[in-house]
């Protein structure tokens, strides 16, 4: 048998749907996030995106509230839809994804569209 073509991901990926705006150096693209786990988040946007890249987002929440993510690294993109991990996120910051993540779960109805 072959290697397996996925990795096995330490963390559970959450379904979410809402928007983002990306920044890569002067280039700005605006996308959805489609789902997200504590340290990544897959997306689709505007601007396509190459591995390696790094990114800043801002999130916005289906209650409005906003998180922002000063450093985050694309790891792997097809098409409009890439993939992208944190490097190093604020342990508040981290905190609040938890939260969120947990929040969305328990509350599967609050992020339907």
Known sequence: M????FSIRPFRRFPVHC???YNAGPFQGQGTVWNRSC?????????????GKALSLTVT??????????EIVVRWSRGQEFAVENLEI??????QIQHDVTR??????????
Do not use: F, K
């Not at 988040?41 to 995106?49: A, Q, V």
């Not at 604020?90 to 905190?95: D, G, I, L, N, P």
């Open 2 to 5: 072959g290697p397996m073509p």
């Open 19 to 21: 928007s983002v705006s």
């Open 39 to 51: 340290t990544g988040w897959r997306l689709s946007g505007d601007l396509p995106m190459r591995p």
């Open 61 to 70: 929440l289906p209650n409005e509230q906003r998180i922002e993510v000063p």
């Open 90 to 95: 604020e342990t508040h910051t981290h905190a």
């Open 104 to 113: 969305l779960v328990r509350e599967p109805g609050e992020n339907v569209l």
